[in-house]
């Protein structure tokens, strides 16, 4: 059983240049979130892909955008970096819809470390 | 902000048990206590969670005080390889939630030989 992938595992890019970073969710899962990690913090929410639209979004600006393919995977594009967006990101993957009864765990990937020079 | 609070950091030795406590004070009824541990430089590591019973499976097991208002996480016999941070996360389930994971600063549990 597949868990969730990332790719790729690390990135350097300058100031000013575009990301796009690639996630495949555990098998059997429909949701996709995204998190920032910074040095030394805990994960900060980003955004959640369910049904190829963005369900619910942290606060970050919209230099950070997303896409969800209808096999489930995810991409996460950030435009116009800055030196601030050098991060661990990381991608977890759920069951999603309406699941009172059912587990929403999120699993997490291995993630992307992005240095931006 | 994260709705728990947890000490910065705990030793242990190895081989003995690891608890690991976590205040969530303002928890709703609809939340469960979800722990994960994030060794370093990798992904955050599902281990358990539960709603107001206490819970086992073969990683850890999870006391969830009466009035739900702190739990306890035990490693029953920490190794080496439990030195991580240990975040503990309170989360709605249910209809039209998403689910969004509220991470705090966590605890760094060192195992010490």
Not at chain 1, 89 to 99: D, I, K
Request: aromatic share 10%.
């Amino acid at each position: 059983d597949a868990g969730v992938t990332q790719s790729p595992t690390h990135l350097i890019k300058t100031r000013g240049q575009q990301v796009t970073l690639r996630c495949s969710p555990k098998s059997g899962h429909d949701t996709v979130s995204w998190y920032q990690q910074a040095l030394g913090q805990g994960p900060q929410f980003i955004f959640q892909y369910y049904e190829e639209e963005e369900r619910q979004r942290g606060n970050f600006p919209d230099r950070f955008s997303g896409h969800q393919f209808p096999n489930y995977s995810s991409e996460l594009n950030v435009n116009a970096l800055l030196l601030g967006d050098s991060a661990l990101y990381l991608c977890a993957s759920s069951l999603g819809g309406n699941t009172g009864t059912l587990q929403e765990t999120q699993y997490f990937g291995p993630g992307t470390r992005l240095l931006v020079l | 902000d994260a709705k728990t609070t947890q000490p910065p950091s705990m030793d242990c030795a190895e081989g003995r048990a690891a608890n690991l406590p976590c205040n969530h004070s303002t928890i709703s009824g609809n939340e469960y206590v979800y722990w994960y541990r994030q060794i370093h430089s990798q992904g955050p590591q599902y281990i358990i969670h539960g709603l107001k019973n206490n819970e086992t499976n073969e990683m850890a097991s999870l006391i969830i005080t009466e009035d739900r208002k702190s739990s306890t996480l035990i490693l029953p016999h920490a190794t080496l390889r439990d030195t991580a941070v240990y975040y503990c996360i309170v989360r709605p389930h249910g209809s039209g939630n998403t689910g969004k994971l509220i991470f705090g600063q966590g605890t760094t549990l060192q195992v010490k030989p």
